[in-house]
């Protein structure tokens, strides 16, 4: 039905829906304090905010210059070449799916299903509850897990504080060198880096599946094959339990998790049993609409926690799970 309205509808009237659609960015991307934007000799772009943060990003895919081609009159002064980390500084530093109710204390109108919260039918004063559980504050300590390029990271780092701590696992290579690119810039100093994959058990040069687009890889390659990614190779990354990596750097306690690994979620949950148990103040977030093993991950991960001794669990209508001590 929507392909034959598609087929049947002048492009300009497409055009024009999509324009009224990404209003709300339009006004999100024309408030955002932008200093100074660019493209480094490696052909990265970057985007420097007058607060002082600086953000490395991948070059703007096809996708997002479609994208940039319905608004660009409205965004006159936004260079092309930077539009993709623009839209990632809104998607994931202005409202980071690892800080569930984000949006409760910075409203926006833009895509509001990317605050985790907003995937529940909560009344305002039990959403504004929950977030408020949810709340980073100075000297918690954080497990990033699968941190990607680490706008998240950094707004999680900016909430701990200098006394806080983060400790950041990403394996894609590309993600990664863009993760600690992002952290030295803006010289974090509670952020430690982590250069692999997180799971239940440690190996050397492990398998791991991409296809070729960053946020489409994971330890699971029969998760990436339901999504229907045809093109999936095969790359070799270190994979450790968090338990692992925590206990050399003297963490036993945690207070805030966040995993979004595509797939892998329960392996790396059962890997950091030891540091769930002992963390009394303890809050984790996970996405479960992917499909493993029979299933939608969102059920795994229920009962998966449940075993594990979280008694505050619950799961959001596309699949959020979140989880409290």
Known sequence: MKQTIKKITPAWAIKRLRKYRLRHLVDEINALPIEQMGVDEKSFPWVKLREGRIFYGLPTSNDEQKLFGCIKRDISSIDERCFGVISEIIDRYRAPRSLPGELTRFPSRYAPIRDPLNDYDFSTNVTKKIASKFNLRQGDVVVDIGAFHG????????????????????????SLDLLKRNIVENRLANVIVVPKAASNYTKEASKFYY????????????????LGINSIVEIKVDVDTPDNVLSQIGIDKVNHVSITVNGGEPEA?????????????????????????????????????????????????????????
Not at 163 to 169: C, E, P, R, T
Not at 293 to 322: A, F
């Open 151 to 174: 706008f998240g990271t950094m707004r999680m780092a900016d909430y701990i504080g200098e006394n806080g701590k983060i400790v950041a696992f990403e394996a894609n290579p590309v």
């Open 211 to 226: 296809d070729g687009v960053p946020t489409g890889n994971s330890l699971r390659g029969d998760v990436l094959e339901n």
């Open 269 to 325: 949950l059962e890997g950091m049993a030891n540091t769930i148990k002992a963390s009394d103040n303890l809050r984790i977030t996970m996405p479960g609409w992917y499909y493993r093993d029979g299933e939608r991950l969102d059920v795994i991960l229920e009962r998966k926690l449940v075993q594990m001794g979280l008694s505050n669990v619950i799961k959001g209508k596309l699949g959020r799970v979140l989880a409290w001590k």
